[in-house]
């Protein structure tokens, strides 16, 4: 059994993709709603995929959820052999996952870290298993991402390396190994674009839409850095900025101000309807009326 620990954006995208590779998941947040919410946007996917990605047309929504207990119980892992850990992009969320994690699972399982930036070296640092601590650093939506940034930390080990590939095999996902260092490379590259682009949106140089056209058509990306922003979330932005700007010391990552005001405003991307565009129930991208 897999546990995945936070039913938010990405966690929830990890545990479709597990119960997609046939593997059994425990699917645990603090917060009823989120588990819910998870619940169903899991067999909304399900359904949208089997329309537009043929190699996932195996499994009815049913037979995936199935796969899934959804709890508000950490104790319910106890007997997991891998826990995957996508809890809010702060230490106060994360450390005392971390904490009960290492008391409450056996000896042998592997804690994989899906952080935006946090050092993995610092995050098994919570723990006394450092060698059984690795980054995996999924994409956004995960189940049609075939690629993620593999992160070992100091200590980790061959034996927790050989694991994690052979579970993201399992899931039909290959890895990109780098270096331990906060962000690594893609958020510490793509969180400096996002924050410029905020940035420009802020002091009124383009619209949102023009800036995320311009990426789009001028450079081929599939979005734009403003919907990319809608798509991982504000709030997760912000919180990845902030880690960045404490970790290197470096002006250069301080949040725009317009990204807390968002934040305050629970202007938080898809995940809230409305970000720097807004979205219908969904998904899709509706003209923006309002906010930023
Ligand atoms: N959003 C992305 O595209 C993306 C991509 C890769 C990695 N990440 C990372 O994954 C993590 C989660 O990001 P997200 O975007 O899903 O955030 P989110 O805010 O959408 O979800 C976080 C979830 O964690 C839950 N949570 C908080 N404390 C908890 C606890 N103690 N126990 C159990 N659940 C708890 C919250 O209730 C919430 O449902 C962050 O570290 C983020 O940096 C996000």
């Known amino acids: 059994m897999i546990g995945v620990v936070g039913a938010g954006t990405i966690g929830t995208g990890v545990a479709q993709s597990l119960a997609?590779?046939?593997?059994?998941?425990?699917?645990?947040?603090?917060?009823?709603?989120?588990?819910?919410?998870?619940r169903v946007e899991i067999g909304r996917a399900v359904r949208f995929q089997r329309l537009v990605a043929p190699?996932?047309?195996?499994?009815?929504?049913?037979?995936?959820?199935?796969?899934?207990?959804?709890?508000?119980?950490?104790?319910?892992?106890?007997?997991?052999?891998?826990?995957?850990?996508?809890?809010s992009e702060?230490?106060?969320?994360k450390e005392p996952v971390y904490?009960?994690?290492?008391?409450?699972c056996e000896p042998g399982c592997v804690f994989v870290v899906n952080t935006s930036c946090f050092p993995i070296t610092d995050v098994a640092a919570l723990t006394g298993r450092p060698g059984q601590v690795i980054g995996l650093h999924f994409m956004n939506p995960v189940p049609l991402k075939p690629v993620v940034e593999l992160i070992p930390g100091w200590h980790t080990t061959t034996a927790t390396i050989e694991a994690a590939r052979s579970l993201l095999a399992s899931m039909?996902?290959?890895?990109?190994?780098?270096?331990?260092?906060?962000?690594?490379?893609?958020?510490?590259?793509?969180?400096?674009?996002?924050?410029?682009?905020?940035?420009?949106?802020?002091?009124?140089?383009?619209?949102?839409?023009?800036?995320?056209?311009?990426?789009?058509r001028c450079f081929g990306h599939e979005m734009g850095p403003l919907e990319t922003a809608?798509?991982?979330g504000v709030d997760t932005i912000l919180h990845s900025l902030e880690v960045l700007h404490e970790r290197f010391g470096d002006s250069k990552?301080?949040?725009?101000?317009?990204?807390?005001?968002?934040?305050?405003?629970?202007?938080l991307?898809?995940?809230?309807?409305?970000?720097?565009?807004h979205y219908g129930i969904t998904g899709d991208r509706r003209p923006a009326t309002q906010g930023a």
């Open 20 to 38: 997609q590779a046939e593997h059994k998941v425990v699917l645990v947040d603090t917060s009823a709603d989120a588990l819910d919410r998870a």
């Open 55 to 87: 190699k996932l047309r195996t499994y009815t929504p049913a037979e995936v959820l199935d796969r899934i207990t959804f709890t508000q119980e950490l104790d319910e892992l106890a007997t997991a052999s891998v826990v995957i850990e996508n809890v």
């Open 90 to 93: 702060t230490w106060s969320a």
């Open 99 to 104: 904490r009960a994690l290492d008391r409450i």
């Open 172 to 216: 039909g996902k290959t890895a990109i190994t780098v270096n331990d260092s906060p962000g690594f490379v893609s958020n510490r590259v793509l969180m400096l674009t996002i924050n410029e682009a905020a940035f420009c949106r802020a002091e009124g140089i383009a619209s949102a839409e023009a800036i995320d056209e311009l990426f789009k």
């Open 230 to 232: 809608d798509l991982i």
């Open 253 to 267: 990552y301080r949040p725009c101000p317009l990204l807390r005001t968002m934040v305050a405003a629970g202007l």
């Open 269 to 277: 991307g898809r995940k809230s309807g409305a970000g720097f565009h």
